[in-house]
T-cell receptor, first 116, second 112 residues
Framework: TQLLEQSPQFLSIQEGENLTVYCNSSSVFSSLQWYRQEPGEGPVLLVTVVTGGEVKKLKRLTFQFGDARKDSSLHITAAQPGDTGLYLCAGSLPDAGGTSYGKLTFGQGTILTVHP | KAGVTQTPRYLIKTRGQQVTLSCSPISGHRSVSWYQQTPGQGLQFLFEYFSETQRNKGNFPGRFSGRQFSNSRSEMNVSTLELGDSALYLC???????????FGSGTRLTVV
């Protein structure tokens, strides 16, 4: 069972369309991050959200952290072919006796393809 | 500013052999974490080091080990390689818990 459920797993859209990727859990996270990964490379950090209800914008990307800090969403407006890639959400669990040091729990990822 | 450097980028090993992967974090970053990425399991946490101490370890067998040096560089070792160890191994560093991680490009390990 995945601690972080990410959906959809695959997304194929046309340039100019909008999309939303969801990341859900039954656990509370102290922070949540979104990464984008291209083939053959490591994930690149897009944003970190730490406060319940927080909304952050990065150009055409809008990130939201749920009020209860159990879920998050990534919304892309007017997608472009350059947005193509694997999008990953990753959460940090609250520290419990040091068991969460440095550990990110990743969702399975969403493969986004934006066609010209 | 140099990023996280992982060497080698690609590696082919035979079952039963052992392998050592290297990671140089961003200058000033003292926390280094390692992850294994496979198509079936996604990214899974291996271990985290801070100031030469392993602070956390994921659910991997004892064949997987690591260490961190005084200059924050880190190595991970996998002994008695199995076919299932074929994966992209990613190293990540950060300056402090308030920051997100910067990942390296990874080492693609293929076990034949």
């Amino acid at each position: 069972t995945q601690l972080l459920e990410q959906s959809p797993q695959f997304l194929s859209i046309q340039e100019g369309e909008n999309l939303t990727v969801y990341c859900n859990s039954s656990s509370v996270f102290s922070s949540l991050q979104w990464y984008r990964q291209e083939p053959g490379e490591g994930p690149v950090l897009l944003v970190t959200v730490v406060t319940g209800g927080e909304v952050k914008k990065l150009k055409r990307l809008t990130f939201q952290f749920g009020d209860a800090r159990k879920d998050s969403s990534l919304h892309i407006t007017a997608a472009q072919p350059g947005d193509t890639g694997l999008y990953l959400c990753a959460g940090s669990l609250p520290d419990a006796g040091g068991t969460s040091y440095g550990k990110l729990t990743f969702g399975q990822g969403t493969i986004l393809t934006v066609h010209p | 500013k140099a990023g996280v450097t992982q060497t080698p980028r690609y590696l082919i090993k035979t079952r039963g052999q052992q392998v050592t992967l290297s990671c140089s974090p961003i200058s000033g970053h003292r926390s280094v974490s390692w992850y294994q990425q496979t198509p079936g399991q996604g990214l899974q946490f291996l271990f985290e080091y801070f100031s030469e101490t392993q602070r956390n370890k994921g659910n991997f067998p004892g064949r997987f080990s690591g260490r961190q040096f005084s200059n924050s560089r880190s190595e991970m070792n996998v002994s008695t390689l199995e076919l299932g160890d074929s994966a992209l191994y990613l190293c990540a560093s950060r300056k402090n818990p308030a920051n997100g991680y910067t990942f390296g490009s990874g080492t693609r390990l293929t076990v034949v």
